[in-house]
């Protein structure tokens, strides 16, 4: 039985998935990420600083570490958002390689939607149903339009977590007056991009909705297994825009459930999962803690 691992690098975030492949099926040994910031300051200057360099060189440092203990067989790196728009991603991919000889590629949006829709339908199955799936990420917001095994849309906009975050909701706690700019300006971005779409089920996946997931069931120790296939319903999210809001940043690392590292951009997040709910009308969605991880590994080692 061989180990394969998938490193995802996003604006917010690293992933790392270990997974041994037995009988066609995917078992996963190791799920993980690690909030390394990447995109720190990218909207304001258009690159990737020195310092989220070195950090993120670290992150990823340490889980090929973790790849030689468990004899990983095959290591694929991916990066997305971040590494698509920063003038010096070509820096920070040269650096990687030179100091650890490990090559990353660069996914399109296409590629990403594909490889996140794929993840759905190997894990929860769509049938025949109209779908639409979204991602929202620290950099970028994904949304894929589905029906059955079909993919017949896919829209990838620059509005993510960190920019809000950045440009808006400056105090500790964050005013009501702050937060009404921030939804006007989420909620202006959409309607310029002409949002729009009736899904049978709406379908939510990345760290801002499993957060709020694990929030949600006051998980002291994260579960996949629970937020996978999960429902969260607008007055849940509703719910918790009031709690972060409440809160300072200090604060919201206490709150049972969310990464601390996670705790400042959180209600950006959560602002922006409401306005997608309210743009494809539906009162719920289901949360997959599976994403382009996933769909990468059974892409390359199961379905090909």
Do not use: W
């Amino acid at each position: 039985m061989s180990k394969y691992a998938i490193l995802d690098i996003g604006t917010n975030s690293i992933k790392f998935f270990i997974a041994e492949i037995k009988n066609g099926k995917i078992h996963t040994i190791i799920d993980t990420n690690n909030i390394s910031r990447l995109g720190e300051g990218l909207q304001k200057t258009g690159k990737i600083s020195p310092e989220a360099m070195e950090r993120n060189t670290q992150v990823l440092a340490d889980f090929l570490k973790i790849a030689e203990k468990e004899n990983v067989e095959e290591i694929t790196a991916v990066g997305t958002m971040c590494l698509r728009t920063a003038k010096n991603a070509s820096e920070f991919i040269k650096k990687v390689k030179n100091e650890l000889n490990l090559e990353i590629e660069v996914v399109d949006g296409e590629e990403e939607a594909r490889l996140s829709y794929l993840a759905i339908l190997s894990t929860l199955g769509i049938a025949d149903k109209n779908v639409i799936v979204f991602d929202t990420g620290g950099g970028s917001t994904e949304f894929i339009f589905g029906e059955g095994t079909e993919l017949k849309n896919r829209i990838s906009l620059n509005i993510g977590a960190v920019y809000p975050t950045e440009k808006f909701l400056l105090s500790d706690p964050v005013t009501d007056e702050e937060l009404k700019t921030t939804f006007s300006y989420i909620e202006n971005f959409f309607a310029e991009h002409d949002l729009s779409g009736n899904p049978d089920v709406l379908f939510g996946i990345g760290g801002t909705v499993t957060s709020m997931g694990a929030v949600k069931h006051k998980m002291e120790k994260y579960n996949p297994e629970i937020i996978q296939g999960s429902t969260m319903e607008l007055e849940e999210v509703e719910r918790q825009i009031e709690l972060y809001k409440s809160k300072t940043i200090e604060e919201r690392k206490n709150i049972t459930g969310l990464q601390p590292k996670r705790a400042d951009v959180i209600l950006a997040g959560a602002a922006i999962v409401k306005t997608i709910m309210k743009t494809f009308g539906k009162d719920s969605f289901i949360i997959s803690d599976r994403g382009l991880r996933h769909g990468l590994m059974y892409d390359k080692y199961i379905a090909r």
